[in-house]
């Protein structure tokens, strides 16, 4: 099916299945026009065996809007948190062997032809390879060897996802807008943040031809600051017209830097993250300073006790049209459930507005 995507996008993650505390239709009109799915999640907590018994896709079975964009990612940042934070993981060859730590005894294999099984089942439209992601403090040497499987890895991929589609993509792309009849394939540029590395990453996966590319990785420096250098590298090392992927990327401001360097498609969990932690994105000058393009209110705060005014009140979300700041506050508080929700939707929702604003 032939599809439409304004950019740049923003996807929101779908972590275990759904948007964590927001139910699809609460944003799926005209803003939500793509999300990510975890692969890896997806596979673990049944979802892929469940699509598999009813004969669907992961779209079918959430009734999801078909020309919404379902992006499913590789599950190699997954691994990379096992292996870093649980030490429960080692990358082979062949793939990257793994345990997860409420069942530490059971070893499980995903290998870059896996990977894209899976993501076949789901159904998605862009599909990733998998990749090896390093936490950006790693030497030279296993840097390089990284990025070096990582073709292997996307090249075995590629095989997998000719055989499985049977058919390459064509794809209209601008700086403003995507069409393209799915599925698509995602190589992801490694290199860390060595300059030369990212360079060659970038240079050997372009010439092994794919639709898109993302930046895999770290996009910060060693104090913590968006790496413009190493994004301007990804990006300048590509054939031009290609289309870029933030991957994981980011805060608003990395987003806006971003796609003034020349990526239009990007992901995060910070909107559901900050949400459930009472901490909510408004525009500028509706809140405690934060960053160049937003504010935040951080709804813990006892100032927000007695104020009855919406989180945003430049914002048009169910949370701000319908509730006040002190009720959000003494929810959230509280814990309940649809504190967490209301908060998230007006987050994602925000998100959402502020791609808009970068596009106009
Ligand atoms: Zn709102």
């Known amino acids: 099916m032939q ?29 939500l026009t793509g999300l990510v799915v975890t692969t890896l999640h997806m596979e673990i907590i049944g979802m892929t065996e469940l699509l598999q018994k ?11 809007p078909e020309n919404m964009t379902l992006l499913t990612d590789s599950g190699g940042f997954q691994i990379l948190s096992l292996i870093n934070k649980h030490k429960l993981g080692k990358i082979t060859e062949e793939g990257a062997v793994f345990k997860l730590p409420d069942a530490p005894k059971k070893k499980h294999l995903l290998t870059p032809e896996r990977s ?65 009849d799915s ?53 300048e090392s590509l054939p031009s017209g290609s289309i870029t992927y933030g991957m994981g990327i980011g805060t608003p401001d990395d987003i806006e830097t971003g796609y003034k360097i020349g990526m239009t498609i990007f ?27 937003y504010d ?23 949370t701000c049209k319908n509730y006040t700041r002190a009720y959000l506050r003494f929810l959230l508080k509280k814990k309940n459930p649809v504190g967490f929700t209301l908060a998230s939707i007006h987050n994602v929702w925000w998100y959402l507005r502020f791609m808009t604003r970068l596009r106009s």
């Open 183 to 235: 599925p698509l394939l995602c190589a992801v540029v490694q290199g860390g943040n060595d300059i030369a590395l990212r360079k060659e990453s970038a240079q050997q996966l372009a010439s092994l031809g794919f639709d898109l590319f993302g930046f895999g990785g770290w996009p910060l420096d060693e104090n913590g600051n968006f790496n413009t250098k190493i994004i301007e590298t990804f990006v």
């Open 296 to 318: 935040l209110v951080r709804i813990g705060s006892q100032k927000y006790e007695t104020d009855l005014t919406p989180v945003d009140k430049t914002c048009d979300c169910p």
């Open 116 to 180: 894209q099984e899976i993501q076949a089942t789901i159904g998605s439209d862009i599909r990733v390879v998998l990749d090896v992601p390093l936490m950006g403090t790693e030497d030279y040497k296993t840097t390089k060897e990284a990025m070096e499987r990582t073709t292997r890895w996307a090249k075995r991929a590629k095989d997998t996802f000719t055989r499985l589609v049977g058919k390459s993509a064509t794809v209209k792309y601008d700086s403003q807008q995507l069409e393209y």
């Open 54 to 64: 009813n004969s669907v896709t992961y779209r079918n079975m959430a009734k999801l």
């Open 3 to 31: 599809k439409r995507l304004s950019l740049p996008v923003f996807f929101p993650d779908a972590t275990y299945a759904a948007i964590h505390s927001v139910p699809f239709h609460e944003v799926s009109n005209h803003l």
């Open 267 to 293: 992901d995060c969990v910070l909107p559901t993250r900050n949400a459930r932690h009472g901490s909510l994105f408004v525009t500028k000058g509706n809140g405690e300073t934060a960053g160049r393009t």
